[in-house]
């Protein structure tokens, strides 16, 4: 039984003296592919940078922009004097619109030549 | 992140209040002219700065014209049918033709000096410059057919030198 303990070392050594041995002697012969070097430093690169979404990078900038209360007040003006001009143009387009019509209906109402009579 | 999100939808309550407001604003005045019983008098009270009592008077004016004017265009009609009988029979009596246009064109003439009239007493009931701004607008736009006429002729020309 102690015998049998004491040769299995002895074993491991033997097989790592070979592998040092032959590991000594192995000579790569194959040639590298082209531009081996730059793609490996690129493959790494590539690993270093984190990868995110579009979605999350948009996020991120919201959350980074609108935590400036500067910006809020800022965005929320603007919001409300653009609301305010379409309101006030359209309002005005609308009362135009309006005005030209009770124009025609009175004109044609007075006149009766402008409706097809007599 | 919940923080943006509540900025982001203030902003744009904000925007929608702010746009509903001024709409509401700036078209109150039409739509309570059209919910009006009579929108075009309104529209009239408003564009030449009538008061309540010229307006009123106006008003009384309006509505006695009105039935003159359809009588008038009724004569008219019942003229242009006895004329378009005359013309479809097979001896077409000249002189009576000629007549008949003679009182349409008659009827005619009366009809456009009630609508004259009636421009004149409104401009009458208004403040003298408005008045006047009145006579002038009725006028680019009533008693000159022949105005309308001439222009669409000088249109076909221009057209055709084209």
Same mark, same amino acid.
């Given at each position: ?43 790494? %690169? ?73 | ?54 307006? %009123? ?45 003679? %009182? ?59």
């Amino acid at each position: 039984m102690a015998g049998g303990a004491s040769r299995r070392p002895m074993n491991m050594k033997e097989n790592q003296t070979q592998l040092e041995r032959a590991l000594q002697e192995w000579r790569v012969t194959t040639p590298l592919p082209a531009r081996f070097q730059q793609q490996v430093w690129k493959r790494i %690169e590539r690993a270093e940078i984190p990868s995110i979404s579009v979605v999350d990078a948009l996020r991120a900038w919201f959350t980074m922009v609108f935590a400036r209360p500067a910006f809020a007040v800022a965005y929320v003006t603007v919001l409300l004097l653009t609301g305010l001009a379409l309101g006030f143009v359209q309002a005005g387009h609308k009362a135009a619109r309006w005005d030209r019509q009770l124009e025609a209906r009175y004109v044609q109402l007075i006149d009766p030549y402008q409706r097809g009579q007599p | 992140m919940k923080r943006a999100a509540l900025i982001l939808l203030v902003g744009l309550l904000v925007a929608v209040a702010g746009y509903c407001t001024l709409y509401y604003r700036g078209t109150r005045e039409h739509r309570q002219m059209l919910e009006s019983p009579a929108p075009e008098l309104a529209w009239l009270k408003k564009e030449f700065r009538l008061g309540d009592a010229e307006f %009123e008077r106006i008003a009384k004016l309006h509505d006695g014209y009105l039935p003159r004017c359809a009588e008038l265009c009724r004569r008219i009609a019942a003229k242009n049918s006895e004329l378009q009988q005359l013309m479809t029979g097979t001896n077409v009596d000249a002189k009576a033709v000629e007549q008949k246009l003679k %009182e349409a064109g008659e009827l005619r003439v009366q009809c456009q000096q009630n609508m004259f009239n009636h421009f004149l007493e409104v401009s009458r009931q208004m403040p003298p410059e408005q008045g006047k701004r009145y006579l002038q607008w009725v006028h680019q736009r009533t008693l000159t057919p022949e105005h309308d006429m001439a222009q669409r002729h000088g249109e076909h020309q221009t057209m055709d030198h084209h």
